[in-house]
């Protein structure tokens, strides 16, 4: 069983920033694909923003150029920097961890973005 924890979520003005966290447990991390999706109110899930094992990332082209995903396997830990923040961007956050055979799901964690 893998558990994802994420945190850093909050309240932030528009064109601020927050960092978000999500820490596995469990030794699979490094040889798993993470991704972050997201969630707004009456809206369906979508992906933000993935990251291999290898390291190779890619982006939902509304965010691309204010957010990064990175990772860091000695830490079982993906990150997401997410810069220049817009109202649009409020939702609930949730980690994604997934390989061949597993695929497992944070909690999520909620960012709200005022205007």
């Known amino acids: 069983q893998v558990q994802l924890v994420e945190s850093g979520g909050g309240l932030v003005q528009a064109g601020g920033s927050l960092r978000l966290s999500c820490a596995a447990s469990?030794?699979?991390?490094?040889?798993?694909?993470m991704g972050w999706y997201r969630q707004a109110p009456g809206k369906q899930r979508e992906l933000v923003a993935h990251?291999?094992?290898?390291?190779?990332?890619n982006y939902a082209d509304s965010v691309k150029g204010r957010f990064t995903i990175s990772r860091d396997n000695a830490k079982n830990t993906v990150y997401l920097q997410m810069n220049s923040l817009k109202p649009e961007d409020t939702a609930v956050y949730y980690c994604?961890?997934?390989?061949?055979?597993?695929?497992?799901w944070g909690q999520g964690t909620q960012v709200t973005v005022s205007s």
């Open positions: 469990g030794s699979i991390f490094r040889y798993s694909d």
């Open positions: 994604n961890l997934r390989n061949n055979f597993l695929n497992y």
């Open positions: 990251i291999s094992s290898g390291g190779s990332t």
